[in-house]
């Protein structure tokens, strides 16, 4: 009893009443109660003090936390880090492909989230979605929260059906390797994927990889997503995600751990984008660079036109310490064979690359940042499905797109059962 009491030390009494009745219902009421306790920790851990709470329209809740209270401060190597507000540099040639970009969609549109139509953050804070206890009873544990659960790296140089058996994740992605790579960008239009079940996800990102596939694979990763299982509805929402150690004991999504800091005030991660493209109606396209700066070490992020949200810091990598030596872009499901058939979970649009502009899902103006920090074409671009029938992906060139390609697809249908 003692030690129970003093668990409960600042516990309200509701909690209280059922520390006392853990004690006498036997292990397994005691079971749920420490689960219990331990969802309420790993809440406090993420939810910061907010300065201000704004409620989104889709139900989220958005906190402005102080900038320098955010998660990430907690990890024990952040105890007396420097914030970088911005990066020292950007990688040359960033703005060039902007002229064509704007003038596609008559002007520059400022970059929505839905959570805006309700408040702003105030300078030095920064939005951070907060996670509710649904968010996190749906994971497996509290452990698994906000995390990768399998290796989920397209490999394609080694076109085993590994990737397919194993994990049950399937990609459509074009890449580059056998260079040193310093950063990524892309342009891609966002959609609604429709998703199966709710164990599985669809989301369309670039990956910046460094080291082998092997157990200290280092991985950053930005997008959008739709994952039932983490956020609890079908909404598109944009994110990030970083591991040193191939998704076992390092990185989350977003600021579910610590690690990312965050210095916009204007975009929260894991937050709705909006609007979205539609079949055959207006398209929808956001922009995602990730580079490391040249000076300080860190990778940054940058959305839109111009809205830096944070970085990395060096320190949490070993191979990306230095650079990468892969990046990939595209999409990725989950397909978990509901049923003992293939999933009917679509990628992107949910179309093939074949019906083109306005249709199907795109990456385009993919470019790669060099070891002199400009942003060049890639070279010897490659594109890697595992099954064509059930997602597929199209490279082309061309003057106003540069490097781009289609990619997505159905899942489910007469061709991939
Ligand atoms: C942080 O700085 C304090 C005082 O300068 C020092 O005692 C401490 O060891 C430092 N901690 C880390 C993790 O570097
Ligand atoms: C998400 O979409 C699926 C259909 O694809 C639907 O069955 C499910 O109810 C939706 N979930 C939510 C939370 O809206």
Redesign the pocket.
């Given at each position: 009893m003692a030690a129970h009491v003093s668990v409960g030390h600042g516990v309200p009494a509701a909690m209280l009443v059922l520390l006392f009745l853990s004690c006498a219902g036997g292990s397994a009421a005691a079971g749920g109660l420490k689960q219990r306790l331990e969802v309420r920790k790993h809440l406090e851990r993420l939810n910061k003090p907010a300065v201000k709470t704004i409620q989104s329209p889709d139900g989220d809740i958005i906190d402005c936390v102080h900038v320098s209270h955010q998660p990430a401060f907690d990890h024990p190597l952040l105890k007396n880090h420097t914030l970088q507000l911005r990066p020292s540099f950007h990688p040359e040639g960033l703005y060039d492909d902007d002229k064509t970009a704007s003038s596609r969609k008559g002007g520059k549109s400022p970059i929505s989230q839905m959570w805006h139509l309700n408040g702003r953050c105030p300078e030095d804070t920064v939005p951070i979605r907060r996670t509710k206890k649904e968010d996190v009873l749906r994971a497996s544990s509290v452990k698994r929260f906000g995390r990768k659960r399998h290796r989920t790296i397209p490999r394609p140089e080694s076109v085993d059906l590994d990737i397919v058996d194993q994990s049950g994740h399937e990609h459509a992605i074009a890449y580059v390797e056998g260079d040193k790579y310093y950063g990524a960008k892309a342009t891609m239009n966002v959609w609604q994927p429709?998703?199966?079940q709710?164990s599985e996800f669809s989301l369309s990102q670039l990956w910046i990889l460094g080291g082998s596939f092997g157990q200290d694979l280092n991985s950053i990763e930005a997008g959008w997503l739709v994952s039932?299982d983490l956020y609890?509805?079908?909404n598109t929402r944009l994110f990030t995600y970083w591991t040193s150690d191939a998704y076992q004991a390092t990185g989350c999504y977003n600021l579910l751990c610590s690690g990312f800091i965050q210095v916009s005030s204007d975009i929260a991660m894991g937050a709705t984008i909006y609007p979205i493209s539609g079949y055959g109606g207006s398209q929808y396209d956001i922009s995602i660079l990730v580079w490391k700066d040249p000076k300080e070490g860190n990778w940054w992020m940058q959305f839109g036109n111009g809205y830096v949200l944070g970085y990395w810091p060096s320190f949490l990598f070993s191979y990306l310490a230095d650079s990468a030596s892969m990046v990939e872009w595209g999409g990725e499901v989950v397909n978990s064979e509901p049923d003992g058939e293939h999933t009917s979970t679509q990628m992107g649009s949910g179309h093939f690359p074949e019906e083109g502009f306005g249709r199907s899902s795109y990456f385009r103006n993919i470019q790669v940042v060099d070891g002199s920090n400009n942003l060049r074409n890639p070279k010897g671009i490659g594109a890697f499905t595992e099954q064509s029938n059930c997602y597929d992906v199209q490279n082309g060139h061309s003057g106003d797109w540069g490097s781009f390609f289609y990619y997505g697809g159905p899942g489910k249908n007469p061709n991939c059962q």
């Open positions: 429709r998703i199966q709710s039932p609890g509805d079908n």
